[in-house]
């Protein structure tokens, strides 16, 4: 059971693409949404669906895991690092005008996203 909620820890390469974007120059800032509107499409085009569902025992132990709550909680925290990172980030002189849409489009999806 604790392989299956260590898979919902994938989420995490989200905040992880958004932290690199808001720090970098170039393409880099663009890395959230190509992440989200392009490869994660693609891929779901790609794979077959699993479509395994929890039986009773196995939502019952995943409700009563510590686990499962400690990521959910955990981003709280990144969300709001995010958020100040950006406002650090974003008023960089050297950055270009499509560099600047990158980071306010990555921290439109992490607020759309992950901060809902």
């Known amino acids: 059971m604790r392989l299956r909620a260590l898979?919902?820890?994938?989420?995490?390469?989200?905040?992880a693409l958004a932290c690199w974007g808001l720090s970098a120059?170039?393409?880099?800032?663009?890395?959230?949404?190509i992440h989200g509107f392009l490869l994660i499409p693609l891929l779901e085009l790609?794979?077959?669906?699993?479509?395994a569902v929890l039986s009773e025992e196995e939502e019952a132990a995943a409700f009563?895991?510590?686990?499962?709550?400690?990521?959910?909680?955990?981003?709280v925290p990144v969300q709001w690092a995010t958020l100040v990172l950006f406002l650090f980030r974003?008023?960089?002189?050297?950055?270009?005008?499509w560099e600047i849409g990158g980071r306010i489009a990555t921290m439109g999806l992490m607020c759309g996203v992950y901060g809902i």
Do not use: N
């Not at 919902?8 to 390469?13: D, L």
């Not at 974003?90 to 005008?97: F, K, M, R």
């Open 90 to 97: 974003i008023g960089d002189p050297e950055l270009s005008g």
């Open 7 to 15: 898979r919902y820890a994938v989420a995490f390469t989200g905040p």
């Open 46 to 51: 790609l794979l077959k669906p699993d479509h």
């Open 64 to 75: 009563a895991d510590p686990l499962y709550d400690a990521l959910l909680i955990a981003f």
């Open 25 to 33: 120059h170039g393409l880099a800032t663009w890395a959230l949404p």
